[in-house]
């Protein structure tokens, strides 16, 4: 069974730039969120999205967008890119979009802003 | 705002020895408690999780937990690591109030199992 996968895997950017971070659930999987994780850190929660609605968002600037399409894909945008947006994205699905669910993550979109 | 600690940054153990790994969160509710666990060039996977009921809980590979509420941790242990054990583990919170999946991560801690 597939996983959750992420594209792309690495990529670069400059500062100014615009990024897209792309994601697939796990088949039957309605929940997607999106976590940043910064290098020496644990992942940090910036969105999630059940149904297509937004579920949450974390402390993150309005640059960072996300939306969740009818196949329960999902997309996460940044603008403006600063350095201090190099990271590892996470991606994570789950069934449902409750509070007692389990997230299962992807292997990550590393970004690194020149 | 909530948080979650973990106690040490990087432990290094010969296989064999026993293993705990300390995990404190700050917020005073109710909450579920998961340890997620990240092999080398491998995503983030679930070692273990407490929703309610018995505070011990058990997962794969051996592993298992203590909630403590009254500590406010969730403490993971190992009898006996294998070299396989090397890995980054997370602690990680979902307060039972949220909407949603709001989890919050500790900052890791890196266990390297000595052959």
């Known amino acids: 069974d597939a996983g959750v996968t992420q594209s792309p895997t690495h990529l670069i950017k400059t500062r100014g730039q615009h990024v897209t971070l792309r994601c697939s659930p796990i088949?039957?999987?309605?929940?997607v969120s999106w976590y940043q994780q910064v290098l020496g850190q644990g992942p940090q929660f910036i969105f999630q999205y059940y149904e297509k609605e937004e579920r949450g968002r974390g402390n993150f600037p309005d640059r960072f967008s996300a939306r969740q399409f009818p196949n329960y894909s999902s997309e996460l945008n940044v603008n403006a890119l600063l350095l201090g947006d190099s990271a590892l994205y996470l991606c994570a699905s789950s069934w449902g979009g409750a509070n007692t669910g389990e997230l299962f993550f992807g292997e990550g979109s590393r970004l690194t802003v020149l | 705002a909530q948080s979650v600690s973990q106690h040490n940054h990087h432990v290094i153990l010969s296989e064999a020895a026993s293993l705990e790994l300390g995990c404190n969160y700050s917020y005073g509710g109710t909450v579920n408690l998961f340890w997620y666990v990240q092999y080398p060039g491998q995503h983030l996977q679930l070692l273990l999780k407490y929703f309610s009921g018995d505070p011990l809980v058990k997962g794969i590979k051996g592993f298992e937990a203590e909630f403590i509420k009254s500590k406010f941790s969730f403490n993971l242990r190992k009898p006996s690591v294998q070299w396989s054990d090397t890995a980054e583990y997370f602690c990680a919170v979902n307060r039972r109030d949220n909407y949603g999946q709001n989890f919050v991560f500790g900052p890791g801690t890196r266990l390297s199992v000595l052959p």
């Open positions: 088949s039957g999987h309605k929940s």
